[in-house]
């Protein structure tokens, strides 16, 4: 598989969507849609032509900047593999869900999802650290553009909200990376880049936990996680429903797995001791989200704060240091791929009908749109964990590793998972059960394209809730290389 083709294949549909749209005015989303298509079939394909055990679906070095050991070194492990397959499937999603909600600048709209979704491909591939940030600082600018031009009322003040936190905390990242080149290329004499290079430098403890320190806190803006949230639920709010989609569904994922792959992987022994920390935090989001997730009215900002919630067990899994407990990580962060996303398209799609993400001025919508409703009701509860569906098996793994490491923090965040059905279920009720409004008026329900997306998603938590072994099988080398202990 010829990973940096993918990349380029997907920049390239970009530039031909923006310009697309001089041929006629829909065109930019049926190109998006394709490129989305071919680049799920290509991932799929690298996927399932590999025999059992493969630890490396692809790999392509070729040099950069030489003279200060820069490369384009570009690695599908099985982590990667099963993110970068989740970002084209996410893509398709973004595409439908926003089919016929945007009316102006088309082509733009699509280049943006387009290089979005290139840069995200870009994080989950590179093993070159200045790449890395490369594509890290590519994803986030077309971001920006998604919320400031096509959001809702409050737009710029949520596009600069994102762009100030993530720019910031990813200035932090860079100024770690540039720190750990330094240290490495006084103990070696070398000047690299190489992710597996610098897994080897000789650091001081005290120098390593600093350098940790940065990595983590860019990390866990994305993620996001109590205390640097607050950017998550204005971003979601105002971005059109893609821009959520595409933020819920995948975007976040690159904070947890940066987390995985190089806070932990470049620093395991400082990340060790900052263990029960990253637990608190882990333990602190999923309370605290749960709870700001109940006292919302906004339906988006609902599922928003339920993001933060479900990204605690991300923080916790990890830093309880014990396979099964990293493996349930990295579950819930495919499960909440496609439930959230499901949710956010949900969202976008009452707000686009009723002009409005009030809760207050829905009710009894079940009887109107009974396709909708069912829906949203088997997302709410896979969102909550129901059994024999992903987000269950994810939660239940992380929780059942972090009992191993920590009991209170761990009994802290099982009453999260009390406060996600309150929430959840009040959602339903709020929005689709009880008495209709009297100025609500006929719906429509969703159709043949909106169906087929849900259900394909649907589709998903399904097969990870009652045969998950697929991806623990995935990402199981990648967690023995971290050197994490078995439970």
Do not use: C
């Not at 880049?193 to 403890?205: I, M, Q, V």
């Not at 060790?272 to 333990?283: H, I, P, R």
């Not at 700001?292 to 899994?317: C, E, N, P, T």
């Not at 689709?432 to 329900?445: R, S």
């Amino acid at each position: 598989m010829n990973i940096l083709a993918l990349i380029m294949g997907l920049l390239a549909a970009g530039v031909v969507a923006a310009f697309s749209e001089r041929i006629h005015q829909h065109a930019p989303r049926w190109v998006s849609l394709i490129a989305f298509v071919v680049a799920l079939i290509y991932t799929s394909s690298a996927w399932l032509g590999a025999g059992s055990g493969t630890e490396e679906y692809a790999r392509q070095v070729l040099p950069w900047i030489p003279r200060f050991g820069i490369q384009v070194y570009l690695v599908l492990d099985g982590l990667s593999l099963m993110l970068v397959a989740l970002t084209a499937f996410v893509g398709i999603v973004a595409v439908v869900s926003s089919w016929s909600e945007i009316s102006e600048r088309h082509g733009f709209f699509q280049f943006n999802i387009l290089w979005v979704m290139a840069g995200v491909v870009g994080v989950f591939s590179a093993f070159d650290l200045f790449l890395f940030f490369f594509f890290w600082e590519v994803m986030l600018i077309p971001m920006y553009f998604l919320i400031a031009i096509w959001g809702h009322e409050n737009r710029a003040y949520a596009a600069t909200k994102f762009f100030l936190f993530t720019q910031i905390s990813g200035l932090l990242m860079l100024f770690a990376i540039l720190s750990l080149v330094y240290f490495n290329y006084q103990a070696t004499g070398v000047i690299t880049f190489d992710y597996f290079e610098l897994r080897n430098a000789s650091l001081d403890p005290d120098v390593a936990w600093w350098l940790m320190l940065g990595f983590f806190v860019a990390f866990i803006t994305k993620l996001p996680s109590v205390p640097v949230h607050t950017w998550l639920p204005d971003a979601h709010t105002q971005a059109p429903t893609a821009g959520s989609v595409i933020l819920a569904g995948i975007l976040l994922k690159t904070g947890g797995y940066g987390v995985i792959r190089f806070a932990v992987g470049l620093f395991p022994e400082a990340s060790q001791d900052f263990a029960t920390v990253g637990m608190l935090l882990g333990a602190l989001s999923i309370v605290y989200g749960g709870y700001m997730a109940y006292s919302q009215s906004d339906f988006k900002r609902l599922v928003a704060y339920s993001s933060v919630a479900h990204m605690g067990f991300i923080l916790l899994g990890v830093y309880a240091f014990n396979e099964i407990a990293m493996q349930g990580a990295v579950v819930t962060m495919i499960a909440h791929g496609f439930s959230t996303a499901a949710l956010f398209m949900m969202a976008g799609a009452l707000q686009q009908r009723l002009h409005s993400r009030e809760m207050s001025k829905m009710g009894g919508l079940w009887v109107r749109a009974p396709r909708m409703g069912a829906m949203t009701l088997f997302f709410v509860v896979a969102s909550v964990g129901m059994p024999g569906l992903g987000n269950f098996v994810g939660e239940f793994l992380a929780l059942l590793g972090a009992f191993q490491a920590h009991v209170p923090l761990t009994i802290a965040a099982t009453i999260g998972i009390v406060v996600a059905a309150v929430y959840g279920l009040s959602l339903m009720q709020r929005a689709f059960q009880g008495v209709p409004n009297p100025d609500v008026g006929e719906i429509e329900d969703f159709g043949a394209r909106e169906m087929t997306v849900m259900i394909l998603m649907m589709i998903g938590l399904v097969w990870l809730g009652v045969y998950p072994q697929l991806v623990l099988d995935l990402s199981a080398p990648v967690i023995t290389s971290l050197g994490v202990a078995g439970l």
